[in-house]
């Protein structure tokens, strides 16, 4: 199912079904299954991996029409949760670098 142009779309409901998946239903009704365990598996954030626990992913809420976690910590775009493809693309530009030297540069007057 594919969102129509021009049509405003927001969450209705998310219910916890098993595990990482939940039924999601939109304000034109479509609802499906959403399968959140490859993305929460393959990121390398520890804020984003934290939700592996399960207590954690299970206290998700629905504000304004949008699902999220911990105020915005972690939430998805309509559209992607729609079609149902949230897996993280290019996880190595997603790293964050600890120190100066992981940029590649040297500027040492910082």
Known sequence: MSIQEG???NITSAVWVSGYVLEITFSDGFSH?????????ESVQP???K???LDAFKA???????LLW???DLCFSIGDLYAGEIAIQGNADR????????????????
């Open 51 to 53: 939700y592996l626990d």
């Open 95 to 110: 790293m964050v670098a600890e120190d100066r030297a992981q940029y590649g540069t040297s500027n040492e007057t910082d």
């Open 7 to 9: 049509v405003e779309l």
């Open 33 to 41: 299954k959403v399968d959140f365990r490859p993305f929460l598996e």
């Open 60 to 66: 998700f809420t629905i504000d304004y029409g949008n």
């Open 47 to 49: 804020e984003i991996r």
């Open 70 to 72: 911990n105020d915005y």
